[in-house]
């Protein structure tokens, strides 16, 4: 069960919500708000934006248009969701 939306559905300016691993510590993952933007070396493209970092918004990148979708998915995928939960 995929929980995520088809990624032409986000425009510029969209808040949404991906899982962020810990480049530290590679077991560790939270939910973290991210904003959809015009990606600024790749006309005509969208990005996400985080942590002042320009990820490609692709097929691979589970984004998810709420909290509680990403909370849902965090759950099904790694068990129970973060303590810190967004909301």
Do not use: K
């Amino acid at each position: 069960m995929e929980l995520y939306r088809d990624h032409g559905t986000y425009q510029a300016g969209d808040i949404v919500y991906v899982f962020y691993r810990n480049p530290h510590t590679q077991d560790v993952a939270n939910i973290q708000e991210a904003a959809v933007v015009n990606h600024p070396e790749q006309p005509g493209e969208l990005a996400v934006f985080l942590y002042e970092t320009y990820y490609p918004l692709t097929q691979e990148m589970a984004v998810y248009a709420t909290a509680g979708e990403a909370e849902q998915a965090y759950d099904h995928y790694f068990g129970n969701a973060p303590e810190e939960t967004l909301e």
